[in-house]
């Protein structure tokens, strides 16, 4: 499911993010090509390196990038992947975000969704302004 894109609070991204989103972006795909539980043990691996916790605002802006470098992209280009792809553009920066998998079952339909968080919660996604909190339930969180 592709949801809209709400632009970040702040800057547009700089050059670097742009960059390392296009590469992540590039790495999600090829990694989403393999079972995923091959994907997920790299993510797990790459979650264990001394990396720094983004500000919300950079970690928005990290998922923005990916989100731009998937707008190019002729295939699929949804949550799944630009998540990824956000995941590896924040630890090719130095930073960590977590990647996360999971469903929401209210209003039917069910819904599946994925996104990355830091500490403070949900980056650069649209839903995290509702009314009543974030509607996922986590199924993975890496």
Same mark, same amino acid.
Not at 32 to 55: D, N, Q, S
Not at 65 to 76: E, F, K, L, M, T
């Given at each position: 499911?592709?949801?809209?894109?709400?632009?970040?609070?702040?800057?547009?991204p700089s050059v670097t993010q742009r960059l390392s989103?296009?590469?992540?972006?590039?790495? &999600?795909?090829?990694?989403?090509?393999?079972?995923?539980?091959?994907?997920? &043990?790299?993510?797990?691996?790459?979650?264990?390196?001394?990396?720094?916790?983004?500000?919300?605002?950079?970690? &928005?802006?990290?998922?923005?990038?990916?989100?731009?470098?998937?707008?190019?992209?002729?295939?699929?280009?949804?949550?799944?992947?630009?998540?990824?792809?956000?995941?590896?553009?924040?630890?090719?920066?130095?930073?960590?975000?977590?990647?996360?998998?999971?469903?929401?079952?209210?209003?039917?339909?069910?819904?599946?969704?994925?996104?990355?968080?830091?500490?403070?919660?949900?980056?650069?996604?649209?839903?995290?302004?509702?009314?009543?909190?974030?509607?996922?339930?986590?199924?993975?969180?890496?």
């Amino acid at each position: 499911m592709t949801l809209p894109v709400a632009p970040p609070a702040g800057p547009r991204p700089s050059v670097t993010q742009r960059l390392s989103g296009t590469l992540g972006f590039a790495a &999600a795909v090829l990694l989403l090509r393999l079972p995923l539980r091959r994907t997920t &043990a790299l993510v797990r691996l790459l979650h264990r390196l001394p990396l720094r916790e983004p500000t919300p605002a950079r970690a &928005a802006r990290i998922v923005q990038a990916a989100r731009s470098a998937g707008a190019w992209w002729p295939g699929r280009a949804a949550c799944l992947e630009t998540s990824l792809a956000a995941t590896l553009a924040a630890t090719a920066q130095g930073y960590r975000l977590s990647w996360c998998l999971g469903v929401r079952f209210l209003p039917p339909p069910r819904v599946h969704h994925a996104w990355v968080e830091t500490t403070a919660g949900p980056a650069g996604e649209p839903e995290t302004a509702l009314p009543h909190g974030w509607p996922y339930a986590t199924a993975l969180r890496i």
